[in-house]
């Protein structure tokens, strides 16, 4: 029988190239492990099941290539990516490793670094399209403070506005079909990082000139960061079609980012996460944005990509199963909206005055059990393979 939890081009799993290409480099040590190149990149991807490969620009190319080198390294990973059977369903551009943006990008005080930054954008647009990516992540890491003494805040939400504005036109204006995905995080690398949550970016795109293309792309380690419910902000962005791509990984709480592999923390939480997307039939990319532990060599790495696509298949797997658990289904029953007394389907003067005039018996709707202690230990039950 074949493995249920081998991945398959339709499960739509990417990794980013600065993902399993992440060298074990943090702010107390040096790299651990050797470059990989993207094209060894791409066929370790190939080689444990991944369908898609995403970017920054400077993943691919150099930020200081002439035009004829960068022309050279994407037809050798476009070459790669065909003889892999890779797609890039993502790019974005890299607004925070050069030091020109030690002070925000978009949100810069310098006239001259907000400008650059948008060519910047511009030119990782290009190459995404050559690509064939279709959803443009924008996350704005040093877009943030240490001290706010430095601009006004609501002057950084107007730069932001600005940006995006200017980039959707782009788009528009090289017919490139591009959807926007905003990825927010409270902190790290800047002291603070506006728009900190997903929530805020909810807001902020309601302002923009072309809402319509433009969403989010949640992680899970940053708004657990943010010590937020990682499901309910995706279930928020999904109620308002925004989800347009997604970050998963892990992370314990309280700590800086930790990229961990899918669903090794908190892996509850994971399940609801895994539950939710295939409840609702999200069919975006599933992308992991993490990186194997600085213990690792390449084999580890692919221990770790591996881990991500098979926990998430695994946890797919309990979601089926918790759906179809015929004590489960009758607890949610019983636990169950109850008679609708008085209906509220609309608003009308005739349902204003039933409903004002209705004696409610709270005791009675109080009083019930709702067996939740129940329904959340068969759900152990089920993650913990007993069921
Ligand atoms: C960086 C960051 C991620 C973002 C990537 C996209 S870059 O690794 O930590 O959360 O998704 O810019
Ligand atoms: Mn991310
Ligand atoms: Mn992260």
Partial sequence: MPDPFTPRP?????FGLWTVGNRGRDPFGDAVRPVLSPTDAVALLAEVGARGVNLHDNDLVPIDASPAQRDRIVQEFQGACQRHGLVVPMATVNLFYDPV?????FTSNDAQVRAYAIQKTMRAMDLGAELGAKIFVLWGGREGTETDACRRPDEAVKRL??????????SLDRKYGFRFALEAKPNEPRGDIYMATTGAYLGFIATLDHPDLVGVNPEVAHEQMAGLNFVHAVAQAWEAGKLFHIDLNDQLPGRYDQDFRFGSANPKAAFWLVKFL??????????????AYRTED??????FARGCMRTYLILKQRAEQWNADAEIQALLQEAGPGARLPPLTAYSRATRDTLLSHDFDRAALSSRGLAYERLDQLTMEVLLGVR
Wanted: contains cysteine; negative net charge; hydrophobic residues 30%.
């Fill in 10 to 14: 339709e499960h739509q799993f990417s």
């Fill in 101 to 105: 943006f030690r002070d925000g990008a």
């Fill in 161 to 170: 506005r600005e940006a995006v504005n200017y980039l959707c036109e782009y």
């Fill in 278 to 291: 295939e409840d609702v039939k999200y069919d975006g990319p599933r992308h992991f944005d993490a990186h």
């Fill in 298 to 303: 390449h084999d580890g790495v692919r221990a």
